[in-house]
């Protein structure tokens, strides 16, 4: 296995990608059309087995000649004046070679910002609106009214692309519009800021046009419009960012503090603005960065600082004590509660493309959390897209097959849009971007262009998910071919606080142990905890927690068919029940559930539950004519339970298959029941069916015919002329609140 290495701060296209620092490079380099590179100035000593960038081509040094000279392992065309460079981090992972990276290679990426202890703030469970000390950040201007424009621009207060409160500032400037003022704030006499114990600020901006870096800065001014500027700070990060609302943050130079005295606040062009649409809004100051208090739109917060905890991310601030997060906290820990923040590093680039494939049995390795002065894995990796768009960009995409992606924060859509197999995260965390609204799923399989697909084997471990429209969300056709997810084995996952919980399609043979999902907002289809579409079959999850779901609990509806299986679920709180049943065949074991287990259930479906609440012979089947329960209560003997068939609906026959019963050709069978009705409206019957060994060659049957309230045996006797199982049933009919109760089942062989 070899070591890569990608840098998308610090790294460049340039670089061989072998190693943390550049360790050699040169403009000239001269080739001859052979293995031979040489360069005046030197320094291959010692480069041996190194890779080397020639230009734009990656080459091996297989042996040094001299200092300035080496042997490559591939040729190149002759040429002076090359530029070649050895060592350093890639930028992005699209640059790795196809030539020398290989499957079961291993990609290093610098940690981020480690959590840093940040003081206390006051949560409300299922509530986005957290309380923090003050002193933290002061309000300049929420942007709702009183913005005047200059010159040559147009001033309004909108209400789209809000961040905070009704409005925001909108700036259109004309062409005529070059540079400086383009609107400002009077706060009025006697409101002047104080803002001498802050270092920067940060707000919400907006572009609908493609922004370039300096165009914007904030100035704070000790006038009345904004003409005498005591501070200015060019607002960052802007370049590139075409649609894109992005949260922005600009210091003072040096790190100085900001004015004393600030009567007005105005933004200034640095450079031409073009005739774009500019929004501004939620304009803060802020505390330097290695202020122990600092905060920004820019951070996201934790109660804990350990590789898996839940991290939320910031919307923006309501007041200088009240924070906004970009959905609800959701946990037990509510009331004053210590705080870790971290900052994600800002890409100006979506990652993860990569131009090679791994294997199921020998992946490429993703790897995040190191520390490049010691080549230690000790951190986590954060990471966001200043530039992604209102409809939702990319942060990391997977495009090839059998990849492990370890130790990342996703602040922003992780997604496929074709199908790729054998991926798997592990310790990663899933979060929705910095954005003024929820318009995307943290992770994405959106596989609708593709007419015959599957995608095997996406396996999570230790994963956390917060404030997407989904958690993770498979999109796919609705016609022709359909998508098949196989394989898939997760453990140790929660989701909290997004909009909905896990849509699921098509899964098949999917193992998942230890899952939350909860407190998922209702939007559209959205609100539930698990979400299972078309054909989902041998799903098998175990120590289930669905709570708090503003819909259901499990979402089934549109499942055509399949099966379902739970061990251990916990379910409450779930606004409209545990199970939303269309037509799948779900059975939950050792399950506690919601007042309502089953909100409804389909024609086509069946919900079973076995210890029910953990109680040993606690069972039921729940059907769209009738319920089949176990019953404690109501027996023919003391022990044990009954089986109660209760019909809603008169038209129909319940059924349920009692026993699989080994029989012997030539011998004599009586099987026998006792059965006991509540009322004569209702019917029942123990069933043999026909045909299914010889001699059978029609139904047998043994009816009920006692009145209501009282224990009779039903019998059946057949010989069959074969050696084989039968399996015996029992059938109700009639009215929609009888009840008929079945015990003891007996078998005897003549």
């Known amino acids: 296995m070899s070591d890569w290495y990608v840098d998308p701060v610090n790294g460049s296209a340039s670089y061989s990608g072998d190693s943390w620092t550049l360790d050699l490079s040169g403009t000239d380099g001269q080739t001859y059309g052979t293995t031979k590179l040489t360069s005046a100035s030197g320094g291959f000593t010692g480069k ?155 707000l919400f901006a907006y572009c609908n046009g493609t922004a370039v870096a300096d165009t914007l800065r904030i100035c704070l001014c000790s006038d009345a419009t904004g003409d005498v500027v005591v501070d200015e700070l060019v607002v960052q990060p802007l370049a590139g960012v075409g649609s894109s609302p992005v949260f922005a943050r600009a210091f003072k130079a ?102 090679v494939a791994g ?45 492990l992606h370890e130790r990342f924060c996703f602040q922003g859509r992780v997604a496929s849009t074709s199908y790729v197999n054998h991926n798997s995260f592990v310790d990663c965390h899933f979060l929705h971007k910095p954005a003024y609204s929820l318009v995307e799923a943290c992770f994405l399989l959106d596989l609708s262009a593709t007419a015959d697909y599957r995608f095997s084997e996406l396996n999570l471990i230790r994963c956390r998910f917060t404030g997407g429209t989904y958690a993770l969300q498979v999109s796919g ?81 549109g499942a055509l068919g399949g099966d379902v299986q739970i061990w251990n679920l916990t379910a409450s709180g779930n606004a409209n029940g545990t199970v939303h049943l269309a037509s799948n ?23 079973t539950l076995l210890k029910s609440g953990g109680v040993a012979g606690a069972h039921s089947v729940n059907l769209y004519y009738g319920t089949i ?29 009692l026993a699989s019963i080994a029989v012997l050709s030539g011998n004599l069978t009586t099987i026998g029941v006792y059965a006991r009705r509540s009322d004569t409206g209702i019917s029942g019957r123990l069933l043999v069916p026909g045909k299914q060994l010889a001699g059978i060659a029609t139904d047998v049957t043994g009816d009920i015919t006692v009145n209501a309230d009282l224990w009779e045996q039903l019998t059946v006797t057949f010989t069959t002329s074969e050696t084989g199982v039968i399996d015996v049933w029992f059938e109700a009919w009639g009215g929609t609140s009888y009840s008929v109760w079945v015990d003891d089942l007996s078998v005897e062989v003549a």
């Not at 995040?368 to 986590?380: A, I, K």
């Not at 779900?586 to 024609?603: E, H």
């Not at 044990?640 to 609906?649: A, I, R």
Request: with cysteine; hydrophobic share 35%.
């Open 477 to 557: 056709p609705t016609t022709g071919n359909r998508e098949a997810m196989l394989g898939w084995r997760w453990e140790d996952i929660k989701a909290y606080s997004n909009r909905g919980g896990f849509l699921f399609k098509a899964m098949n043979d999917f193992v998942c142990r230890g899952l939350e999902s909860c407190n998922q907002d209702v939007s559209a289809s959205a609100g539930e905890g698990l979400h299972f579409d078309d054909f989902c079959k041998d799903v098998r999850l175990f120590d289930v927690t669905l709570k708090d779901n503003a819909d259901h609990g499990i979402e089934m509806a």
């Open 254 to 355: 040096g790190g100085a503090n900001l004015g004393a005295s600030i009567r007005s606040v105005a933004v200034y062009a640095n450079l031409d603005p073009g005739t774009y649409n500019w929004y501004v809004d939620n304009i803060v100051a802020i505390k330097a960065t290695s202020d122990p208090v600092h905060i920004c739109h820019w951070d996201m917060l934790s109660l804990g600082d350990g590789l898996n905890d839940m991290w939320w991310g910031i919307k923006g601030f309501s007041s200088e004590i009240g924070v906004e997060l970009l959905c609800d906290y959701y946990g037990t820990a509510i009331g004053s509660q210590s705080v870790y923040r971290r900052e994600a590093a800002a890409l100006a680039a979506a990652q993860g493309s990569v131009p």
């Open 359 to 403: 294997t199921r049995d020998q992946p490429c390795i993703c790897s995040g959390g190191w520390d490049p002065s010691t080549d230690t894995q000790d951190g986590v990796t954060a990471w966001r897209l200043y530039q992604s768009s209102t409809g939702g960009s990319t942060l990391f995409a997977l495009s090839k097959n059998g990849w």
């Open 629 to 657: 329960d176990s019953d404690s209560s109501v027996r023919h003997t003391a022990a044990g339970v009954s089986w109660k068939f209760s019909p809603t609906n008169s038209g129909v026959v319940l059924r349920r298959k």
């Open 585 to 607: 065949t779900v059975t939950i074991m050792n399950g506690t559930l919601d007042a309502t287990p089953f909100a409804s259930i389909s024609q086509w479906g069946r919900g």
């Open 48 to 202: 041996q087995g190194r890779y080397i960038r020639i230009v734009s081509a990656v080459r091996k040094i297989v042996a040094v000649v001299s200092d300035t000279e080496v042997t490559l392992d591939a040729t190149y065309t002759s040429g002076t004046g090359r530029s070649f460079f050895i060592g350093g981090p890639l930028n992005l992972m699209s640059g790795l070679s196809t030539t020398y990276f290989v499957a079961g290679d291993r990609v290093k990426v610098p940690k981020t910002e480690a959590p840093t202890a940040s003081g206390t703030m006051t949560f409300t469970n299922q509530s986005p609106s957290v309380v923090m000390d003050s002193g933290r950040i002061a309000i300049i201007d929420q942007c709702e009214s009183g913005w005047v424009g200059a010159a040559n621009i147009t001033a309004t207060h909108q209400t789209s692309l809000v961040l905070m409160g009704t409005y925001s500032l909108k700036l259109v400037p004309l062409t005529a519009f070059t540079t400086g003022k383009m609107a400002y704030k009077d706060l009025g006499a006697g409101n002047e800021l104080d803002l001498s114990s802050f270092q920067g600020v940060s």
